[in-house]
């Protein structure tokens, strides 16, 4: 089946610690996004990439890094510093930047 | 700034009863993109309708019917006849190719409460 998948579904951090997030897409899209949601609130752009090796911050970058090293693959990494890391963070990719964006099940992040 | 605003934090309503769900948006752009998704409780966004600037004409898939007025800038959302799942929560978006990434502005969602 073609999809989205993220991985783990639940992740716990503890304090100083760096998790990474995976995202993986066998659609054949070029461009991947991460979104952050926090509750009752709508989804915030953290990191995308239009193309293999190339990516670029979005609104709330801080404290985040990324990778894309291959098409199919667009890891998350949350960093010691990002201070407020507990949230839901979704995975989208599109065929390219201007086309529909689909989501992954997302991650839920939990600070110990 | 807000570019789009759901009114509209929660709504309940008993199956079977018509719900629509309000978003206005903000842009510049001549050329934009506004989306509705869908998110149930297991979490994951559900792409309902991609609809550009240049195409006012409502549209109705099943249930689903979208109202598209760039005259006062809303693009609303109807469900007829609700059913319980239904039960989920709305987010309406935009899209600017102004902006380089394409990102989605997305709104602060409606959550729909469909009771049996």
């Known amino acids: 089946d073609g999809g989205i998948t993220q991985s783990p579904k639940y992740l716990f951090r503890k304090e100083g610690q760096n998790v990474t997030l995976s995202c993986e897409q066998n659609l054949n899209h070029d461009a991947m996004y991460w979104y952050r949601q926090d509750p009752g609130q709508g989804l915030r752009l953290i990191y995308y990439?239009?193309?293999?090796?190339?990516?670029q911050k979005g609104d709330i970058a801080e404290g985040y890094s990324v990778s894309r090293e291959k098409k199919e693959s667009f890891p998350l990494t949350v960093t010691s510093a990002q201070k407020n890391p507990t949230a839901f963070y979704l995975c989208?990719?599109?065929?390219?930047?201007?086309?529909?964006?689909?989501f992954g099940p997302g991650t839920r992040l939990l600070v110990l | 700034a807000q570019k789009v605003t759901q009114a509209q934090t929660e709504i309940s309503v008993v199956e079977k009863e018509d719900v629509t769900l309000d978003c206005v948006y903000e842009?510049?752009?001549?050329?934009?993109?506004l989306f509705w998704y869908k998110q149930p409780p297991s979490g994951e966004l559900v792409f309902l309708i991609r609809?550009?600037?240049?195409?006012?004409q409502n549209e109705i898939s099943g249930r689903y019917s979208w109202n598209f007025q760039k005259s006062t800038s809303s693009f609303n959302f109807t469900i007829t006849a609700s059913q319980v799942v239904d039960s989920a929560v709305y987010f309406c978006?935009?899209?600017?190719?102004?902006?380089?990434?394409?990102?989605?502005?997305f709104g602060a969602g409606t959550t729909v409460t469909v009771r049996a």
């Open positions: 989208a990719s599109s065929t390219a930047a201007q086309e529909t964006q689909y």
């Open positions: 978006a935009l899209s600017e190719p102004s902006s380089n990434d394409y990102k989605l502005s």
């Open positions: 609809r550009n600037s240049f195409d006012e």
């Open positions: 990439s239009q193309i293999v090796n190339d990516f």
């Open positions: 842009t510049r752009d001549t050329t934009y993109y």
